[in-house]
């Protein structure tokens, strides 16, 4: 079956740095839209992230931009986001999140990891 696999959280300093993996199983990765989530606690489930079957179309949200960094490797099958400049508000649970067509939406996304912890202290 499909398993998604976070990896990379944990607590960090205001200004810190982490980089987040997702290792894929059980699908043809270079077939699929992989995109990163975040939810806080008390908040909606949040787009952060997403890059094209290829890597070179990839978006932001605003409130990530110059910051995070999505990227994959389709060779590992495996989807990374390298975040900088951490804040206390990116405090959140990250997922990635596997999809056929290319969209900022949760619930466009088929397929989904358990998430990580990515706690920033301030």
């Known amino acids: 079956q499909v398993q998604l696999v976070e990896s990379g959280g944990g607590l960090v300093q205001d200004g810190g740095s982490l980089r987040l993996s997702c290792a894929a199983s059980g699908l043809t990765f270079s077939r699929y839209i992989m995109g990163w989530f975040r939810q806080a606690p008390g908040k909606e489930r949040e787009f952060v992230a997403a890059i094209t079957r290829s890597g070179i179309n990839i978006d932001y949200a605003d409130s990530v931009k110059g910051r995070f960094t999505i990227s994959r490797d389709n060779a590992k099958n495996t989807a990374y986001l390298q975040m900088i400049s951490l804040k206390p508000e990116d405090t959140a649970v990250y997922y990635c999140?596997?999809?056929?067509?290319?969209?900022?939406?949760?619930?466009?996304?088929?397929?989904w990891g358990q998430g990580t912890q990515v706690t920033v202290s301030s």
């Open positions: 999140a596997a999809a056929v067509s290319y969209s900022s939406k949760w619930f466009d996304y088929n397929f």
